[in-house]
Structures are given as structure tokens and as C-alpha cells.
């Protein structure tokens, strides 16, 4: 009986640390797999549950594999600028200046200035040599924000840099050598404009070599308490007070909202939180009417003509399982949705 008592003993011992090893294998393993899920789904600032959000993140990774030229599209305030750092943060130029400028922002003939310099002499004001962004970002990445908005004659002067490489500051005769990567955002729909004429077809295809659309916030409500939580963060750091708690029923209220400004106005209704709360919480009261009379802008325009026919194409020859066409088209399913809704196609057949 006393062999048999110490033999049970053993077994038991035994037992336990055989189910001891697996649970810690088994605790390992979820630790790998939710480290490769956050690798996923977050991309320096951006995170996302979302995904709608996930194929952009993917898509963003892949660009900053590359030097090629970038077009980040979507809604005013969905972060492209934000996305923009990301990728040059992530490339091999992130130990080189990251230059940016809003195309919209200054008259065509100071935005002429800005970007390729000038000599001395050149205009009246011109007192001395400027060297411009390109020759600034060069060994880097220069930031072209609102890029339907440049004029025809300043289009045919970046598409000169880009195909040759080369800069020519105003009222200069010599030409210098830029190493310069170029991204490009915009809110327009390109396609209109240069249907219309107001975008040459040379520049158009030259800055659209590799395309990222940013969809909408209202599109990803699931990332709505992250952003809230670093917004927060951010504003407090500024302000040098500690990060209010938001209330569940202020976050009720944020998620019920269309935020047709999007990740900018969720920005500015936070700020005007922090100046109108008291204490270490944020209530409903404390955020500014969310009621707007604006309708959210129209969805980016495809990325090309054919996207449509193809995305039929996957859905003939997975015989309409939506899943394995995502696959096959390499999208995940979500963003095949969007871009079905986005083209008029019947996404609920």
C-alpha cells in the first residue's frame, strides 16, 4: 500500500506538470498569435479592428517596400497625411527628410517657388536663392497633399521631376539631380477632372502607379475607442493634464454620429471635450452637437475602369462565394464588399 501510495503520488506529480507544460505551450502559442495579429493590424499611429482598415494597412506595408510613386485617396480628414509619414517612417529613406505641402494652400506661382526654388533675381522679392522642397527632400520623401488641385502647367513640371529626375529652380538655367519620393493625396475625384481636362492623362497615370484608398470613419466604428483613447492621449500630453476617461454613454454617442469630417472632427469634438469637462471624465455633455446637415461625400472612384468586370469575373468563377473571390482577387471580404457597394454592384444577391 505504501509503494502503491507513492506511485499514485508520482503519477499525479507527473500529471500535473505534463498538464503544466501544455497549458504553457498553449499560452505561448496565443501570445505568438495575437503578437502576429497586432503586426497585422497596426502600422506605426495606425491600428485598426476593422476590415476595411486591414486591407489599407496591408496595402501600406507594401508600399513602403518600394520606392514607387504613391496615391493615397479618400474623404477630407481619414488621415492620409498621417498615412503618408507611415510609410516613409517604414522605407529605406526613413533616415532622409519627409517634406510636405498642401497643393491647395498657396497661389500656383509661390507654389511654383516652393516647390522647385528659385535664383536670386528672379521676382520681384526674390532676395536671395531658395532651394525648394524637391531639392530639400532630397534622399527622401516629399508629401504632395491635394494633388487635384495643382494647375496644368505645374502638373507638367512635377511629372519633368519625376521622369527625369531632375530640378530646375524659377529663373534658373541649370538643372540638378533629386533622389526624391513622391506621395501623393488627394479628396477629388481624378477621374472627373481629367475627363473634364482639368488633370493632364500624362500626370494622372504617372502619380497613380500604386493607389491606397482610406475609407471613411463611418466605415470603421470599430476603431472608433482606439482612436478616442490616443486623441485623448495626444490632447492631454499638449495641455499637460492627465487623459479624462470617456464615459460609456459619451462613447455611445460618438458611435451613433456619421463623422462626415471624419478623424479631424472626431479631433476637434475631443478638443472641445477636454476644455468643456470637469473632473477625470468625459460625459455627453461635454461633446459638442453632433448634428450636421452634411451628407457624407461621395465613395473615391474606382481604381480603374475594369475593377468592376473583374470583381464579376471572381464572382462567375467562384460560382458567387464571396469569400473565396476576396481570395482570389487578394482583398479580404470586407473590403470586396465596399468595393461592390462602391460601384453599384448588388452586394446582397
Same mark, same amino acid.
Request: some cysteine.
Given at each position: 500500500m505504501a509503494v502503491a501510495a507513492t506511485a499514485a503520488r508520482a503519477i499525479a506529480d507527473w500529471e500535473r506538470h505534463r498538464v503544466g507544460e501544455a497549458l504553457q505551450a498553449q499560452e505561448r502559442r496565443i501570445e505568438a498569435l495575437e503578437e502576429s495579429r497586432d503586426r497585422d493590424t497596426r502600422f506605426s499611429n495606425l491600428a485598426t479592428r476593422a476590415g476595411a482598415m486591414t486591407e489599407v494597412i496591408r496595402r501600406l506595408r507594401m508600399a513602403a517596400k518600394s520606392d514607387v510613386t504613391l496615391l493615397l485617396r479618400g474623404e477630407s480628414g481619414t488621415g492620409k497625411e498621417l498615412a503618408a509619414k507611415a510609410v516613409h517612417s517604414h522605407s529605406s529613406r526613413a533616415a532622409g527628410p519627409?517634406?510636405?505641402?498642401?497643393?491647395?494652400?498657396?497661389?500656383?506661382? +509661390?507654389?511654383?517657388?516652393?516647390?522647385?526654388?528659385?535664383?536670386?533675381?528672379?521676382?520681384?522679392?526674390?532676395?536671395?536663392?531658395? *532651394?525648394?522642397?524637391? *531639392?530639400?527632400? =532630397?534622399?527622401?520623401?516629399?508629401?504632395?497633399?491635394? +494633388?487635384?488641385?495643382?494647375?496644368?502647367?505645374?502638373?507638367?513640371?512635377?511629372?519633368?521631376?519625376?521622369?527625369?529626375?531632375?530640378?530646375?529652380?524659377?529663373?534658373?538655367?541649370? @538643372? @540638378?539631380?533629386?533622389?526624391?519620393?513622391? +506621395?501623393?493625396?488627394? =479628396? *477629388?475625384?481624378?477621374?472627373?477632372?481629367?475627363?473634364?481636362?482639368?488633370? *493632364?492623362?500624362?500626370?494622372?497615370?504617372? +502619380?497613380?502607379?500604386?493607389?491606397?484608398?482610406?475609407?471613411?470613419?463611418?466605415?470603421?466604428?470599430?476603431?472608433?475607442?482606439?482612436?478616442?483613447?490616443?486623441i485623448l492621449k495626444e490632447l492631454a500630453i499638449a495641455t499637460g493634464r492627465r487623459p479624462p476617461r470617456l464615459e460609456v454613454a459619451a462613447l455611445k454617442k460618438l458611435e451613433t454620429y456619421r463623422w462626415p469630417g471624419n478623424i479631424r472632427e472626431l479631433r476637434n469634438a475631443l478638443e472641445h471635450a477636454l476644455v468643456t469637462a470637469t473632473g477625470d471624465r468625459i460625459r455627453p455633455e461635454d461633446l459638442p452637437p453632433l448634428t450636421s446637415s452634411r451628407r457624407p461625400g461621395p465613395p473615391p472612384a474606382p481604381r480603374d475602369p475594369g475593377e468592376a468586370e473583374r470583381i464579376l469575373e471572381a464572382l462567375r468563377a467562384e460560382r458567387g462565394h464571396r469569400s473565396r473571390a476576396a481570395k482570389r482577387l487578394g482583398v479580404s471580404r470586407v473590403t470586396l464588399w465596399h468595393r461592390m457597394k462602391s460601384l453599384g454592384l448588388d452586394t446582397g444577391r
Open positions: 519627409y517634406e510636405a505641402v498642401n497643393c491647395a494652400a498657396l497661389p500656383p506661382a +509661390i507654389l511654383e517657388s516652393e516647390l522647385f526654388g528659385h535664383v536670386k533675381g528672379a521676382f520681384t522679392g526674390a532676395t536671395r536663392d531658395h *532651394r525648394g522642397l524637391f *531639392r530639400q527632400a =532630397n534622399k527622401g520623401t516629399l508629401f504632395l497633399d491635394e +494633388i487635384g488641385e495643382l494647375p496644368p502647367e505645374l502638373q507638367a513640371k512635377v511629372l519633368r521631376v519625376l521622369q527625369e529626375r531632375e530640378v530646375r529652380p524659377v529663373g534658373g538655367d541649370v @538643372s @540638378s539631380r533629386v533622389d526624391v519620393r513622391i +506621395i501623393a493625396a488627394t =479628396n *477629388r475625384n481624378l477621374e472627373e477632372d481629367l475627363a473634364a481636362g482639368r488633370l *493632364r492623362e500624362d500626370f494622372y497615370y504617372r +502619380i497613380r502607379v500604386f493607389e491606397v484608398v482610406l475609407p471613411p470613419l463611418r466605415e470603421r466604428l470599430e476603431d472608433l475607442p482606439a482612436l478616442v483613447e490616443r
